[in-house]
């Protein structure tokens, strides 16, 4: 038997072949070809395969979410076929004898620049489309397998590390578990595992080898043990927990259609974090009241360029569909420290955690905010959309933010466009100033949201990404636990609604202290809705107290 032991970061017993995680090089370089027909046979191939590709997605598409969804693909196959854009390939390979990646890319750059400079917003909007096209064509060009797993059967992820980025570009339907070398368990690729419902364990440090790729692992995501080869013991062990889980989650399923409030009538919103429209699902199957967080940025992450105004109109239009009436909220951008995009061209900082991040990059580039407001607004129409600022600090930032929300409500009323203009608007407070200046952030906005994982990096002056730091990281910590009452006392002054959407929500032994302070609401990973609902349902609030804000 072997054994590895880390930190289990996302819950959940299960077994699967290990499969580890390889970054693929997709720099292109331009290269001299000796046999040009060569070169051409290998472009058709690739082109005939995009389209495959292409089509085989509408057709899923249209199975799942309806004809409107179909027509991006089957928009992107007709690009790949478009004449110009074709013969703009050929004709750079054969005048300057060079490899199909490099005549892609060239083509693929200069249609994009081309659709970019039209004055139609839907035109230029198209530049995004054909750099994907480019960028399908040359994946298959270079044999880079889509969705990250090269297998046809789900697998165990194994990594050393895995940057938000790689994590959400992964085919979710192909991974059981997540395990990593490095790590941390307030890392966002372990809050996307969490999010998933998909257990993981990191921190295994070399105990866990390249060499075991294809064995058969156990992982346990609660305990963070990862074994091969069991013995009879161990084995029998995680059965018993596996069996255990499985009973957990049946007793689970009665609470859906309950309300959440105690036994002495106080009623708490427990609501869900997300971070794609497809997650969506697994609110609705635990039967979430709403969505507390969206994490925009992982849109942006999940894509080789800006996605467009249309693209993400698309996305929350969907989510605030799929959600019925119920509300959504929605955060704008939080981009920079772990979640970095190539395409911003960010540059270096010695302490990103502190750096040009989240509101600070959206004040800075109006462009980019600009379009990410105009697409939430779009979308309001659809369903009950709310808006929130991450990693606020001051109070003349909000008023910036209301001003961008005020010029894009006028934009879109001029242009004839629906829209909710009582679309609520909220902010993270999730620096200490935030809750220094609560007061006065609470008479600007609709509602504050508790984001307890930066809170606690920020006032215990800790890294949540550093997996040494231990004990030292306690977002139980006194400190920070005040911090949210300072700042529900602000809130429930002001009259308006403070949620908690940071990892530290869904601590079901927390529960009396958030119903002692008086927190309205708890948005959660998917997976922790029931049973966080099971425990509010037998708590009786008055009784609760404040004995954990003391040291
Ligand atoms: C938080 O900081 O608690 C939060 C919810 O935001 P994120 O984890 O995405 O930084
Ligand atoms: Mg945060």
């Not at 009538?265 to 969206?294: H, M, R, T, W």
């Amino acid at each position: 038997m072997i054994l590895m032991q880390g930190k289990g970061v996302s819950k959940g017993v299960v077994k699967g072949p290990l499969y580890f995680f390889r970054r693929q090089d997709t720099t292109v370089g331009k290269t001299t070809v000796n046999d040009q027909s060569v070169e051409q046979a290998r472009l058709q191939q690739a082109q005939e395969k995009a389209i495959a590709q292409l089509e085989a997605l509408a057709e899923r598409c249209r199975e799942e979410a309806g004809d409107e969804s179909a027509v991006l693909f089957e928009t992107h196959a007709m690009f790949v076929e478009d004449e110009d854009f074709a013969s703009c390939i050929q004709s750079t390979m054969e005048e300057e004898n060079c490899n199909a990646e490099y005549a892609v890319q060239t083509a693929g750059e200069q249609f994009a620049a081309m659709f970019a400079a039209m004055d139609d917003a839907y035109m230029q909007a198209r530049a995004a489309d054909i750099r994907d096209v480019a960028r399908r064509i040359l994946n298959n060009l270079m044999g880079v397998v889509e969705g990250g797993i090269d297998s046809d059967e789900p697998v165990i992820v194994a990594a050393d590390d895995l940057a938000p980025s790689e994590t959400i570009q992964l085919d979710k339907s192909k991974i059981l578990g997540f395990v990593t070398q490095g790590g941390s368990g307030n890392s966002h690729t372990a809050i996307l595992a969490r999010t998933m419902g998909i257990p993981a364990v990191c921190g295994l440090g070399d105990a866990l080898k390249a060499d075991y790729s294809g064995r058969l692992a156990y992982v346990d995501g609660e305990t963070g043990s990862v074994v091969l080869e069991p013995d009879e013991l161990t084995l029998a062990t995680m059965r018993e927990k596996y069996a255990r889980q499985q009973e957990m989650n049946a007793l689970y399923q009665t609470m859906k259609g309950q309300e959440d409030v105690t036994l002495d009538g106080k009623k708490v919103n427990v609501y869900c974090n997300i971070g794609s429209p497809e997650d969506v699902a697994a609110v609705l199957s635990n039967d979430g009241q709403g969505i507390g967080l969206f994490r925009s940025e992982f849109l942006y992450l999940a894509a080789d360029d800006y996605p467009s105004e249309d693209t993400q109109f698309e996305a929350y239009k969907s989510v605030a569909a799929a959600m019925d009436g119920k509300r959504v909220i929605i955060r704008t951008l939080d981009i920079g420290a772990d979640k970095q995009v190539a395409y911003f061209d960010m540059k270096k900082e010695e302490n990103p955690a502190l750096g040009v991040r989240a509101i600070r990059i959206c004040l800075n580039r109006p462009e980019v905010f600009r379009a990410q407001l105009r697409a939430l607004y779009r979308a309001s129409a659809y369903g009950k959309i709310a808006i929130m600022f991450p990693m606020i600090t001051s109070v003349w930032e909000v008023r910036e933010c209301k001003r961008a929300c005020q010029k894009v409500m006028a934009e879109l009323e001029k242009e004839g466009i629906p829209f909710n203009k009582d679309t609520e608007i909220g902010v993270m407070i999730e620096t200490p100033a935030s809750v220094f200046v609560a007061e006065e952030l609470a008479r600007e906005v609709d509602f504050f949201s508790v984001g307890t994982n930066d809170l606690t990096q920020y006032t215990l002056a800790c890294d949540r990404q550093a997996n040494d730091l231990g004990k030292f990281f306690d977002p139980h910590h006194p400190a920070v636990l005040r911090a949210l009452k300072m700042a529900a006392d602000a809130a429930h002054k002001a009259g308006i609604w403070i949620g908690i959407c940071g990892e530290l929500g869904a601590d079901v032994s927390m529960l009396p202290t958030f119903l002692a302070i008086g927190i309205d609401e708890l948005s959660v990973s998917p997976s922790a809705v029931l049973p966080l609902r099971a425990a509010i349902r037998k708590s009786i609030a008055k009784t609760c107290t404040l004995e954990a804000l003391e040291c």
